[in-house]
Nanobody, 120 residues
Framework: QVQLVESGGGLVQPGDSLKLSCSAS????MGWFMQAPGKDRGLVAC????????YYEDSVKGRFTISRDNAKNTVYLEMNGLKPEDTAVYYC?????????????????WGQGTQVTVSS
């Protein structure tokens, strides 16, 4: 069983930045998902185990960066230029699949989530 622990969420103003972290040991592809109240959980960004492959949803391209430090067993989501519509619970997830993975049902392990609120 893999335990994923997210941290770094909080309340910020529009235009601010946050950096989420997720600790996860093992050889997994990783993804960050967001879920706003009343909405389905959706992919924000994902990264292969090597870190050479990344993917971003259009809504976050140019603002968010996913990265990983395998020596520290940590995956990051750096969020810049935050907007009110980025408000959600953010989850990190791990998949055994080698390729970039986009659908929640293809992920094997999930963290507990961290709240990100963007409001003036």
């Amino acid at each position: 069983q893999v335990q994923l622990v997210e941290s770094g969420g909080g309340l910020v103003q529009p235009g601010d930045s946050l950096k989420l972290s997720c600790s996860a040991s093992g050889r997994y592809g990783m993804g960050w998902f967001m879920q706003a109240p009343g909405k389905d959980r959706g992919l924000v960004a994902c990264i292969t185990w090597s870190g050479r492959g990344t993917y971003y949803e259009d809504s976050v391209k140019g603002r968010f960066t996913i990265s990983r430090d395998n020596a520290k067993n940590t995956v990051y989501l750096e969020m810049n230029g935050l907007k009110p519509e980025d408000t959600a619970v953010y989850y990190c997830a791990a998949t055994k699949r080698v390729q970039l993975t986009y659908r929640p049902e293809e992920y094997d392990y999930w963290g507990q989530g961290t709240q990100v609120t963007v409001s003036s």
